[in-house]
Every structure is written in structure tokens, then in C-alpha cells.
């Protein structure tokens, strides 16, 4: 399976890009280039619900998705949602909320950093074991301000270690600033 990752700040059109790169993908993948709301793509969604602020962002990206395409709710299991995904484009939105996940369930910081290195193992093996294309979404968080607590330093250097850990494998990476995405790697 080729590797998208698709990296940048908060609202810089990361989401938007990666869907429609993954309806792309998947009208070239269809038989007969098909039109991509019949061919489907399988969105890996790693949000939790908790607040009413939350629920409206979920709500905006479902109905923001076409109808054909295939949801799985994965806030920590993203790899074992990727080996049910039952089309070839698959989308993972967002790593960085997977690996928040982690610190969510109260775990210290050697537990979370175990986790989250096995949750991107786990996402790079299942993927080497399938066809089709993976688009991963996740926040570029270093390029801000250091974080004051320790334990936002700490998340953010961790983050920044998944984030090279797919970039390394992935074969292309693009960077979105304000909606403007930047190749930094194709190929």
C-alpha cells in the first residue's frame, strides 16, 4: 500500500485535501474510471466524542463525505480498522488525535509513548500487507510555540517522532498552508 501523509497546522485545508485526493484515487482505481462517489473510499475516523463542540466538527466532516463512502470509528484500533477497510483509498483523520487518545486514557508518559510507537507500527505493518493507497492526516505541531507544561512538550515531541516515522515511509508527503499544499516528497 503507498503512504500519503498529508501534514500542516490547525485549518490549513489538510482534511479537505486528503478527501479529495482519496475521490481521485479512487475514480483511477474504479473499473472504467467510474465516477469516485460510486467507487468508495474507507474514512478511518479517530475522534472521540466528547462535548457538543466536538459533535458539530464530526457532524460537518460526515456530511461533508460522499455517501458511498465507508466509516470506521477507530479511536485507538486505527490498524485493525485499516485490515476491515473494504476499499483500496482509505483516509486516517487524524494521527494526531489517535495519539491524544493515548494521554486520554491515563496512561504516563512511557506508557502513552510505548502506545503510540506500537499504533504506528501496527498502521505501517497492516499497511505493507494490502493494496491501494493509506492518505494520512495528522498536525505539524512543531513549528509553534514551545509548549509552557511538560506534559505539552512532551506530546508534541512524541508527535513529532510518529510524524517522521510515516514520513520516512511514506512515498509522498504534503505540506498545506493555508490551504496551499507543498510537495515535500513524491515518489
Known amino acids: 500500500m503507498k503512504i500519503t501523509l498529508v501534514t500542516g497546522g490547525a485549518r490549513s485545508g489538510k482534511s479537505g485535501y486528503a478527501e479529495e ?3 481521485r484515487l479512487s475514480a483511477e482505481a474504479a473499473p472504467g474510471g467510474a465516477r469516485a462517489s460510486s467507487s468508495g473510499v474507507t474514512y478511518i475516523a479517530t475522534a472521540q466524542v466528547r462535548d457538543g463542540e466536538m459533535a458539530r466538527r464530526v457532524e460537518r466532516h460526515r456530511s461533508d463525505r460522499p455517501s458511498g463512502w465507508e466509516t470506521l470509528e477507530a479511536p485507538l484500533a486505527v490498524a485493525a480498522a485499516l485490515g476491515r477497510a473494504r476499499f483500496p ?7 494526531t488525535l489517535l495519539l491524544s487518545n493515548h494521554i486520554e486514557d491515563g496512561l504516563d508518559e512511557a506508557e502513552v509513548e510505548a502506545r503510540s510507537r506500537q499504533a ?7 499497511a505493507s500487507h494490502r493494496e491501494g493507497e493509506l492518505i494520512v492526516v495528522t498536525n505539524e505541531l512543531g513549528m509553534g510555540v514551545v509548549p509552557a507544561h511538560p506534559l505539552g512538550r512532551w506530546f508534541r515531541d512524541a508527535h513529532g517522532r510518529a510524524n517522521q516515522a510515516l514520513a520516512r515511509r511514506a512515498h509522498r508527503v504534503v505540506f498545506l498552508v493555508s490551504g496551499v499544499p507543498w510537495v515535500l516528497k513524491d515518489g
Do not use: F
Open 21 to 23: 485526493l482519496a475521490s
Open 89 to 95: 483509498v482509505v483516509i486516517l483523520d487524524c494521527l
Open 120 to 126: 504506528v507500527t501496527e498502521l505501517l505493518s497492516a
